[in-house]
C-alpha cells in the first residue's frame, strides 16, 4: 500500500510523476509554513531502511554527476549538502562522484570556525544555515560546485544558496542533485532566468521527476487534522512486551584520531580512505555489543550526524546475522498516524541534547515500533558526537530513556567530533618578526618554567630520563667579545649568505610552482625562510606565505601543524625550510613523519647542505652563517620548539618561548636587514648558480652520514646523535648541549673564529684534521655525568 494514500485522501493532495510513489510517502507536518512532508524511502531519515539501499542510492546519484560533469570536471568539483536532512545524502554523492572534498551546511555554531557563508531556507521549519569549513579555501576553487538536497521543490533554497556564495567564491558552473525533481514549469524557468543573470550553467540531476498538487486551503486542512489527531508522541503509555529487561549499554568504537565524524568542517578524499580501512574493526565492536541472537537492529544517527552512522549500519550488516535498518532522529514536526497507508506511524520526542544556533527545542525520532509490535526492534545503536553527548542525552524522558521504552537493548557510540585547529601566533605579540614575515605554528608558553640548566639538561637525556624537547637550555647571552664576532661574520658573509638564498629560492619557485608556501622547520630554519620571503617578493613581486613549524628528533613533525597547513593551503604547495643539512637526521626524520600525509613532498630546502642530504640548496659548501652564531636573538626572540606531554595536548600545536625581555639585545631585523641589502646585487649569480644547479646531478650523496658513522666508532661514543657536523650543528653543541671535543678542518680559517671563541670559553679541546667533508665537527660529551665536569661547568677532557 502506498504509504502517501492517508495523506493525499485528507488534504486533497495529488502526486504525479514516473517513479515518485516508489521514493516517496506523504505525511502532515506541523509547521504552519507548509502542510505536507514528502518522505522519502531511501534517505534513511524517517523511515528505517536498509542502509545498503540508502548508500547505494546516492552512490548512483554521484556516479550521474560524474558523467555529467565529465572526468576533468568531476575531479576539481566540490559537493555541498544541505542540513538537516540531505547532510549524508550530499556526503554519499561526494562519495560517488569520486575524489571530491565535501562539506554540508550546519545549524550549530562552533566555536573557533569562521562562517565562510550563510543561507536561509524559506519553508523549512528551522531556516538558518551555516558554513563552517575548517578550510576557508575549500569553497574557492574555480570547480563546479555539486549542491544536495532530499527534494527540490521550488529551487528558492538553492537559488539563496548560489546567490550567497557566488557572491564570495564566483564559478561558472554549478549542478544541483537530489533525489526527487518537484518543481513546477515557473520554478525551472526562473532557475533559468536566474543562470542566465548569474553568467553560469546550473545542472540539475534527480532520481525521479514529478509533480505536487495542492489545494488552496491546504493549510488549513493540515490543521485540522492535527486538532483531530491524538499525540502518540505524548501519550505515556505503550505496548511494551512483559518482563523485559532494559539496558543502555556504552561501547568504545576505536575512532581513528583527528578523522572528522563528518562534513560539518569538511571531509577530504584522504578522510574517507581512512574511514573505509577503519569501520570494520569498528563494526566488529558494535556487533559484539548486541544480543545474543537480535535479530533486527536499527542504527540511529542523531539530526545533521547522518554519514558516519550509515557507514557505520552498513558494515554492521556485514559483521553480524540480524537485519540491520538506519534512520536518524530529526528536529522535523510531524504528525504520527498508525496507518498502513501514512509514511509516519510512530513518533518518539525528547528535548534537543545539543546547542543548535536556534536554542533547545523538542527533537524526534519516527517510526521506531512499539517493543510488543512484531516489527520491534531487538537493539537501537545510537550514533552521536561529542557535542551532542551532553547529560540531556541521558536524562529521564531524554532520547535513550524513550528508546528504552521501545527496545530491550540500547547502545550508544559516541564519535569524537573534531576540536577547531589552533591560530598561528604572529609578530609583535610573539616574535620580533614582523606579522608578515612568518605566522609560528606554535602555542606560546612564555610563563612556563622550562630552562635548565646545560649540565643537568644532558645528564637526563643520556639516561633515557628526558627529552631534548622537554625542556629548554638557558639563553647563552653573549660576551662583548662574541658580539663583536657576530658583527664581523656578517660583515663578511652577508654577500655569500644572499647569493645562496637567492639561488634556492630560485630553484623552488622554478621548480615547485610559482608560488610556493614556504614552511621552515623552527628555529633554525625560519630566518632562512623569511629571507627566501623577502627575496622572492623583491626580484619576482611576490608575496608568498610563510610559517614555522616544529619538528623534534625521535618524536616527528607537529600533526596538528600538518593538518592546519592541510586545511588551508594545498599541500603540493608546501616547501619545507631549514638552515642546513648536518649529517641528514633531520631530513629523515621529515620524510617519515610526512608519510601519513601523502599530499606533501617531504623534498628539504636549505640554504646549505655540506652533507649531501638533499636536493634543494643554495650551496653545498660549509661555511658560517651568522644565524647559526646565535639563538633566540636572531630568531626573533623565539626559543626551540617544546613538546611535553603536560604542556602540549591533542590537538595542540607544539610549544615555544617569546623572550620579550631580550629585546634590547635582539638582532634578529639587523641580520635580516644585512643579508637583504645584498639581493640587488646578487640576483643575477643567484639566477645562474639556480640554473647551474638545476641542470646538475643533485641527488643526495649522504656522504656527511657516513662520515659521521666513520667518526663515531672511531672516538667510541657508539651513537650518530652525538655526533654534529658542520659550522652550524657544532655552534649549537657549543651553545645548548656539553661538549666534549671540535673536529676542525685544517687551514679552515676565519669561518671557524667563533667556534674557537665558544670552544676557549667552554674549556673544549679544538683538534684539527685533514679529512673531514665538513668545516668542523661538534661532538658531545659521550658519557655525561655531572661528575665529569669541573666546578666551572666546563667539559671533562
Same mark, same amino acid.
Given at each position: 500500500m502506498w504509504t502517501g494514500a492517508w495523506t493525499a485522501d485528507r488534504l486533497g493532495v495529488e502526486l504525479a510523476g514516473d517513479g515518485v510513489r516508489e521514493l516517496l510517502g506523504l505525511a502532515v507536518r506541523r509547521n504552519p509554513k507548509r502542510a505536507h512532508l514528502l518522505v522519502s524511502n531511501v534517505l534513511g531519515k524517517h523511515v528505517p531502511q536498509h542502509p545498503a539501499v540508502v548508500y547505494g542510492t546516492a552512490l548512483g546519484l554521484g556516479h550521474r554527476v560524474r558523467e555529467l560533469l565529465g572526468e576533468d570536471a568531476a575531479a576539481r568539483a566540490v559537493v555541498l549538502g544541505y542540513a538537516e536532512t540531505a547532510t549524508g545524502l550530499g556526503h554519499c554523492v561526494a562519495d560517488g562522484i569520486g575524489h571530491a572534498p565535501y562539506l554540508h551546511s550546519t545549524r550549530r555554531p562552533v566555536p573557533g570556525y569562521t562562517q565562510a557563508a550563510g543561507f536561509e531556507e524559506e519553508h523549512s521549519h528551522h531556516t538558518s544555515h551555516l558554513l563552517l569549513p575548517e578550510d576557508p579555501g575549500l569553497l574557492a576553487t574555480d570547480g563546479p560546485l555539486v549542491l544536495v538536497d532530499d527534494e527540490f521543490s521550488t529551487g528558492r533554497t538553492v537559488r539563496n544558496t548560489i546567490a550567497a556564495l557566488h557572491h564570495a567564491f564566483p564559478r561558472d558552473r554549478y549542478a544541483v542533485v537530489a533525489l526527487t525533481d518537484m518543481r513546477a514549469p515557473r520554478d525551472a524557468a526562473a532557475l533559468e532566468e536566474f543562470a542566465t543573470e548569474l553568467g553560469a550553467r546550473i545542472d540539475v540531476v534527480a532520481l525521479a521527476h514529478g509533480t505536487l498538487t495542492l489545494p488552496p486551503d491546504v493549510l488549513d486542512r493540515a490543521a485540522a487534522l492535527i486538532s483531530a489527531q491524538p499525540d502518540p508522541g505524548q501519550t505515556p503509555t505503550e505496548r511494551t512486551a512483559p518482563h523485559q529487561a532494559r539496558e543502555v549499554i556504552r561501547v568504545a568504537l576505536g575512532w581513528p584520531a583527528g578523522l572528522p565524524d563528518g562534513g560539518r568542517h569538511g571531509f577530504t578524499p584522504e578522510h574517507r580512505a581512512r574511514l573505509d580501512a577503519a569501520l570494520p574493526a569498528m563494526a566488529d565492536r558494535l556487533a559484539a555489543a548486541l544480543p545474543h541472537g537480535a535479530a533486527r537492529v536499527l542504527v540511529l544517527g542523531t539530526e +545533521?550526524?547522518? *554519514?558516519?552512522?550509515?557507514?557505520?549500519?552498513?558494515?554492521?550488516?556485514?559483521?553480524?546475522?540480524?537485519? @540491520?535498518?538506519?534512520?536518524? /532522529?530529526?528536529?522535523?514536526?510531524?504528525?504520527?498516524?498508525?496507518?498502513?497507508?501514512?509514511?509516519?506511524?510512530?513518533?518518539?520526542?525528547?528535548?534537543? #541534547?545539543? /546547542?543548535?544556533?536556534?536554542?533547545?527545542?523538542?527533537? =524526534?525520532?519516527?517510526?521506531?515500533?512499539?517493543?510488543?509490535?512484531?516489527?520491534?526492534?531487538?537493539? @537501537?545503536v545510537v550514533v552521536t558526537d561529542t557535542p551532542a553527548d551532553t547529560p540531556a542525552l541521558h536524562a529521564p524522558g531524554g532520547l535513550l530513556a524513550r528508546l528504552a521504552e521501545r527496545t530491550p537493548r540500547v547502545v550508544v557510540v559516541t564519535v569524537p567530533a573534531p576540536a577547531p585547529l589552533p591560530r598561528p601566533l604572529h609578530g609583535p605579540h610573539f616574535s620580533s618578526y614582523p606579522a608578515e614575515d612568518c605566522g609560528w605554528l606554535l602555542q606560546d608558553l612564555s610563563d612556563a618554567a622550562l630552562e635548565a640548566p646545560?649540565? +643537568? $639538561? +644532558?645528564?637526563?637525556?643520556?639516561?633515557?630520563?628526558?627529552? *631534548?624537547?622537554?625542556?629548554?637550555?638557558?639563553? *647563552?647571552?653573549?660576551?662583548?667579545? =662574541?658580539? $663583536?664576532?657576530? #658583527?664581523?661574520?656578517? /660583515?663578511?658573509?652577508?654577500?655569500?649568505?644572499?647569493?645562496?638564498?637567492?639561488?634556492?629560492?630560485? /630553484?623552488?619557485?622554478?621548480?615547485?610552482?610559482?608560488?610556493?608556501?614556504?614552511?621552515?622547520?623552527?628555529?633554525?630554519?625560519?630566518?632562512?625562510?623569511? &629571507?627566501?620571503?623577502?627575496?622572492?617578493? #623583491?626580484?619576482?613581486? &611576490?608575496?608568498?606565505?610563510? =610559517?614555522?613549524?616544529?619538528?623534534?628528533?625521535?618524536?616527528?613533525?607537529?600533526?596538528?601543524?600538518? $593538518?592546519w597547513l592541510a586545511a588551508h593551503h594545498d599541500p603540493a604547495d608546501v616547501v619545507f625550510v631549514d638552515g642546513w643539512t648536518g649529517k641528514g637526521a633531520i631530513t629523515r626524520e621529515l620524510a617519515d613523519a610526512l608519510r601519513p600525509y601523502p599530499g606533501f613532498d617531504p623534498d628539504l630546502a636549505v640554504l646549505a647542505d655540506p652533507g649531501g642530504c638533499v636536493r634543494t640548496y643554495g650551496t653545498r659548501e660549509d661555511y658560517l652563517i651568522p644565524s647559526a652564531c646565535l639563538n633566540s636573538t636572531v630568531s626573533g626572540l623565539v626559543s626551540r620548539t617544546v613538546l611535553r606531554a603536560d604542556l602540549v595536548g591533542p590537538g595542540d600545536f607544539h610549544g615555544a618561548k617569546f623572550y620579550r625581555d631580550l629585546a634590547g639585545a635582539d638582532l634578529s631585523a639587523h641580520f635580516l636587514d644585512a643579508v637583504a641589502a645584498h639581493f640587488p646585487a646578487v640576483t643575477a649569480d643567484a639566477k645562474a648558480d639556480s640554473a647551474a644547479l638545476r641542470a646538475a646531478d643533485r641527488a643526495p650523496t649522504w656522504a656527511g652520514w657516513h662520515a659521521v658513522e666513520r667518526i663515531s666508532e672511531g672516538y667510541g661514543i657508539g651513537d650518530v646523535n652525538l655526533v654534529k657536523p658542520g659550522v652550524g650543528e657544532t655552534t649549537r653543541v657549543l651553545l645548548r648541549r656539553v661538549p666534549w671535543r671540535v673536529l676542525a678542518r685544517r687551514g679552515a680559517g676565519a669561518d671557524?673564529?667563533?667556534?674557537?671563541?665558544?670552544?676557549?670559553?667552554r674549556g673544549v679541546p679544538v683538534e684539527e684534521t685533514d679529512d673531514l667533508p665538513y668545516t668542523c665537527v661538534g661532538l658531545i660529551h659521550p658519557r655525561y655525568t655531572r661528575g665529569a665536569t669541573g666546578a666551572d661547568g666546563k667539559a671533562a677532557s
Open positions: +545533521e550526524l547522518i *554519514y558516519t552512522p550509515l557507514r557505520l549500519a552498513d558494515a554492521l550488516t556485514g559483521a553480524t546475522g540480524a537485519e @540491520v535498518r538506519f534512520s536518524t /532522529t530529526t528536529r522535523s514536526p510531524v504528525l504520527a498516524v498508525d496507518d498502513p497507508g501514512y509514511a509516519i506511524r510512530h513518533r518518539l520526542v525528547f528535548p534537543a #541534547h545539543d /546547542t543548535p544556533a536556534d536554542g533547545p527545542g523538542p527533537r =524526534y525520532a519516527y517510526n521506531i515500533p512499539p517493543s510488543a509490535d512484531a516489527d520491534a526492534f531487538d537493539a @537501537v646545560t649540565e +643537568e $639538561r +644532558e645528564e637526563a637525556i643520556q639516561r633515557g630520563g628526558a627529552h *631534548y624537547a622537554e625542556s629548554l637550555p638557558v639563553e *647563552y647571552q653573549p660576551s662583548p667579545e =662574541y658580539q $663583536r664576532l657576530f #658583527h664581523s661574520a656578517l /660583515t663578511v658573509s652577508a654577500a655569500r649568505v644572499a647569493r645562496a638564498v637567492g639561488a634556492v629560492t630560485e /630553484t623552488v619557485l622554478a621548480e615547485r610552482g610559482p608560488r610556493p608556501v614556504l614552511v621552515s622547520l623552527a628555529r633554525a630554519g625560519t630566518p632562512v625562510g623569511v &629571507l627566501m620571503r623577502r627575496y622572492a617578493a #623583491h626580484t619576482h613581486g &611576490l608575496d608568498l606565505p610563510h =610559517y614555522a613549524i616544529s619538528i623534534v628528533r625521535g618524536r616527528g613533525i607537529d600533526t596538528t601543524a600538518v $593538518r671557524l673564529d667563533h667556534v674557537r671563541l665558544l670552544a676557549e670559553q
